[in-house]
């Protein structure tokens, strides 16, 4: 997997990145404002799930930021092209936008203006096309993104109908 930091200037990448942060930021002060600190201070909740809800919401937005800048498994200019062995030439082709040969299920992608290895497709919301190189990366910000989101409904779910039913009670 290379680790080469990977770069994508495009307008509307960063409009969806910026939008991604900016919910990430806006979850991470008004989650634990509304619903994790009052109800830590009741006594409601304990300091592990504080801990838990800022861990997660760290991790979502490190992978984010990897993913982001990650090389997807980007050809070199000059690729080197086995002539013998068990990778010959019959596993090559010919890109037709940018000229350059590229291993077979590798695709040029528009939007990056190169060939990725295994490319699965440009995702505007990490600003970055999946492909070899990223892929695992990706999927563990999907997962990280599904655990943080789920933690966050639990939440919304208990402040609803269990937490503040409680707090009418002992009024």
Not at 38 to 53: D, Q, T
Not at 91 to 97: S, T, V
Request: glycine share 6%; with cysteine.
């Amino acid at each position: 997997m290379g680790q080469r930091f990977h770069l994508v200037i495009d307008p509307h990448g960063w409009c969806c990145m910026g939008l991604i942060i900016f919910v990430w930021l806006y979850n991470t002060v008004f989650i634990p404002k509304v619903i994790l600190f009052p109800h830590y201070e009741e006594g409601n909740i304990s300091v592990v799930a504080v801990l838990c809800y800022f861990f997660c919401s760290l991790f979502c937005v490190g992978s984010l930021l990897r993913v982001s800048v990650a090389d997807p498994g980007k050809l070199p200019e000059n690729p080197k092209i086995p002539i013998t062995g068990t990778l010959k030439r019959e596993y090559w082709e010919l890109c037709n936008k940018c000229n350059m040969m590229r291993p077979k299920r590798s695709h040029h992608c528009s939007r990056c203006g190169h060939c990725v290895r295994r490319m699965d497709h440009h995702c505007p919301w990490i600003n970055n096309c999946v492909g070899e190189d990223n892929h695992w990366l990706f999927l563990q910000l999907c997962f990280y993104t599904q655990i943080l989101s789920s933690y966050t409904l639990i939440l919304d779910f208990c402040h609803y109908y269990y937490f503040l039913p409680l707090k009418k009670d002992n009024w």
